[in-house]
């Protein structure tokens, strides 16, 4: 075997441009193909984090009619032993009770239908970090017109006016917007955040205000301090209305429900909707949620599933569902499944170039050698030896372009993962309008790597068909003529 | 001893509709330790009746009877290795593998019969020596004159220890002080270990030292004639 290896190694060495062109065509489909993918996966995976992981769970539990008719009267029992039961069962990392419904809420001469959601605050902080969430600066105009007086460079003036009417929760993600260098960090104390502090708290247990997503408040015109009127219609058709105080302002990764959540203390929700029922004979109240939210350790398709049954079997009540977020937000797992199918046609094309490519150079390769396959046969060489010498050779083609195709996606890779691009313009608003942050990350190196690996390697095994089918037929006497 | 029989062989290729007798009903046989050449005109036949002897093309009809194995009731794997183990060739152009040196060309015989490393390095080193390429068994093909390479080509097809060694226009391409040394090498080889050489050539210089000449035109043998040496 070690000869045909040197055979194959010093034959694609005997023609190293025509190599080199190939090894190029499958290095710049794997790169292309690794890179595109990266993107796309990462995209999901943001997505994913910023909509399921961060709000509504990878499972949810609720009520049977729930998913056919999400109205309160569908909603189902708040009960601390079906929390301890979902928490005990094997894969959970977080519940959290939620009571979540459409209202309407007015401030000003603005109105808009909003959700309106019920938390245990702690519980929520615990699986969805939402405590981190508050604005803490906001660049408004008069804030801006302050800094602007101070002593900046212009150019961070000029990209600070881009920033106009943001919001931030930390330091850290207004300096990265700014690209400001870690050595002038110190400045901004006194020139950026002392002047658009924003003030705002998280909601405390039994707190009567509430929490308003940053866009939706925008929207609003509606600041902490600031008290809301809500309306809307509550448990079997009763009446709902209030008015709360506004405690923070909270910055939601997903834009769609950046503009639409209002987060209030579950009991102080249940209250507006009449989400309770008292017991005719007891003084016992029972209330009432909208979900379970159920986050998990391992996410794989396979985990949720057998997590779903596992959760089924544990709660044992034919009035209960589970669903799990394919099934819960249905939207974006058809937005995640056509675009991944866009993807992989994509991908399919860059395959197609991989496969010219590699056919191309082994149809002139054993065109051009067929004078020396006759005389290698005529010396005594099997037919199926000439054959796997001629598709090691490619292989070996392929390893290289394999090889260089991964070295050269892995920087970019690494860029978009921990600096993920921030898209702009026309493109940014198209993403916000479909209802997701307008940045781009990769995906951290997994199994779509060794998918490449695989598909370009079938690519060449089947490619080698044709001519390890012609090395079979060559008769020796043609061949030497 | 007859090494070779052939009975009443004949070659018909077909050219469209038209057919095209390139060997018509030759019987021969060939003695241990011949050194004999097939000369004819061009489109005489010589080649495609070596061909044929060599087992790398078959006949229409009649048979070739190799140390008592008729290669026509071969199966082409069976036949491929009678080949290795019987025959050896030397070309018109050489034909060497150009990626591989010398010695590894002169191995790649012994190589498909499975023969050790060792074995394999001292006997290619051994016959290069023999050839007069001592020096050069590192070298690749395209580092190597046309005299050189086809001292390598003999090497080659002695390297398997085969019963005789077929040599279609082995000069052709050579100069005459490359030809006079290559037909040097093939005579001693001949002449003290007893290896068979059958040639097919149109070069006198050949002829000349050939022990027998068969003449052939036409497919068909029209002369043989035998050298006093």
Known sequence: MKEYIIIAWRNILRNKKRTLITVSSVFFATFLALIMRSFQLGSYDYMINSMIESYSGYLTVENKDFPDEQIIDNSIEYSPEIISKIKNTENIKSVVPRLSYFSLASFGKQTKGILFTGIIPYKENQMTKLKNKIVKFRLTKSALSKILKTNLSEELKEKLKLLENNSYSDKNSLLTDLKIEKETKSNCDKTIFSNCEYNGEYLSENDDGILISDRLSKFLKINTGDTLVMIGQGRHGASAQGLFAVKGIVKILNPKLDNLLIYGELKTVQEYYSAYEISENSEDTTRFLSTYSVNIINKSKEDIELTKKRLSEVLNNNDIIIRDWKQSNKELAQQINSDDKSGQMMLGILYIVIAFGLFGTVLMMTAERKREMGIMLALGMKKIKLGIITTIEMFFIAFIGLFFGIIGSVPIVLAGYYNPIRLTGDTAKLYEDMGFEPIMPTAWFGEYYLNQVIVVLIIVLLIMIYPVINILRLKVIDALK | ?229
Do not use: C, W
């Not at chain 2, 036949?45 to 190799?66: A, Q, R, V």
């Not at chain 2, 220890?161 to 090498?185: G, M, Q």
């Open chain 2, 1 to 229: 001893m007859e090494i070779i029989k052939v009975k009443n062989l004949n070659k018909i290729y077909k050219e469209g509709e038209i057919e095209v007798h390139a060997v018509r009903g030759i019987d021969l046989s060939f003695e241990q330790g011949e050194f004999a050449a097939i000369v004819g005109p061009s489109g005489s036949g010589k080649t495609t009746f070596l061909n044929m002897l060599g087992g790398l093309d078959s006949p229409t009809s009649g048979e070739i009877i190799i140390n008592e194995t008729n290669i026509g009731d071969l199966k082409p794997s069976s036949l491929t290795d009678f080949r290795m183990n019987n025959i050896g060739f030397v070309f018109q152009a050489y034909n060497l593998i150009p990626v591989l040196t010398a010695r590894e060309n002169v191995e790649f015989v012994m190589h498909l019969q499975g023969k050790s490393k060792k074995e394999r390095e001292t006997r290619a080193i051994e016959l290069l020596e023999a050839v007069g390429l001592g020096d050069r068994i590192n070298s690749r093909p395209g580092k190597l004159s046309g005299g050189q390479q086809q001292r390598v080509a003999i090497a080659r097809a002695l390297a398997s220890k085969p019963k005789f060694i077929l040599a279609d226009e082995p000069t052709a391409n050579l100069d005459s002080e490359s030809t006079n040394n290559l037909l040097d090498i093939m005579e001693k080889l001949n002449k003290e270990e007893n290896i068979t050489f059958i040639f097919s050539t149109h070069d006198n210089r050949v002829v000349k030292r050939a022990r027998r000449v068969i003449t052939v035109d036409d497919g068909k043998i029209v002369k043989i004639i035998e050298n006093e040496k």
